[in-house]
Structure formats: C-alpha cells, structure tokens
Nanobody, 132 residues
Framework: VQLQASGGGLVQPGGSLRLSCKYSGFELNSYAIGWLRQAPGKAREGVSSISGNDGSSYYAESVKGRFTMSRDDAENTVYLQMSSLKPEDTAVYYC??????????????????????????WGRGTLVTVSS
C-alpha cells in the first residue's frame, strides 16, 4: 500500500490550490481516503475524507464550503481542491487510508474521518503555506 501527496506550495490568502494523492496497492472501493493536516506546534487533524465505495465525502467545519474532494479512478488519484485559503490553513497535508466508511452530511458510518487514529496507512505530506 502506498499513498503519495503532492501539489503543496505557497499561495496568497484567498487563493486556491489543488492537492493530489496518488495511491497504489489496493482497490479504493473497499476503503476510504482522507486528508489530514498538521500545523506547526499543533496536533494532526482531519480535514476531509471520501468513501471509496459510493464517493460520499465528509468535511471538517473549518473547511466546509471551501475544500472539495474528488477522485479519478483511472489515475488512482484523489484530489483536494482548496479555495478561499486562509493563513490558518497553513500546514503539512497528508493523505491516508482508512477502512471503508460512508458519509452523509455531518454523519458517518464507519470510522471517524476527523481522527488521525482512524487511518492505517499514511503517505508523505506536502506543505501548504498561505501567506502574503
């Protein structure tokens, strides 16, 4: 199992960035993939997750309406489109693999998508810096 995040960089407040998570070694329809982030001096926190089975997604309140997850099964890649970025979004972003979970609005059936311990396999992170 491998996951590799990419696409980080420096962006001004209000700007946009798209992160990619290329995965291999498993079939996504039996799992969920999440994005988590860790800011300097802070604990790792969940940002969003997508169900590999039905494509449902879940977002932390802090990013709801600004971040969107999507998937390209042909490319074995999951994306995180980030818009209206704020300085507080600055962090190292990781994609990680969890057991299959279904999401509907603020509800989930399976593992908590916002808890780091819900994820079993992690990729290397990519740094996102939001600054003017």
């Amino acid at each position: 199992v491998q996951l590799q995040a990419s696409g980080g960089g420096l962006v001004q407040p209000g700007g946009s960035l798209r992160l990619s998570c290329k995965y291999s070694g498993f079939e996504l329809n039996s799992y969920a993939i999440g994005w988590l982030r860790q800011a300097p001096g802070k604990a790792r926190e969940g940002v969003s997750s997508i169900s590999g089975n039905d494509g449902s997604s879940y977002y932390a309140e802090s990013v709801k309406g600004r971040f969107t997850m999507s998937r390209d099964d042909a490319e074995n890649t999951v994306y995180l489109q980030m818009s209206s970025l704020k300085p507080e979004d600055t962090a190292v972003y990781y994609c990680a693999l969890s057991a299959l979970t279904y999401y509907s609005g603020s509800y989930y059936l399976g593992r908590d998508p916002l808890t780091a311990t819900s994820y079993d396999n992690w990729g290397r992170g990519t740094l996102v810096t939001v600054s003017s």
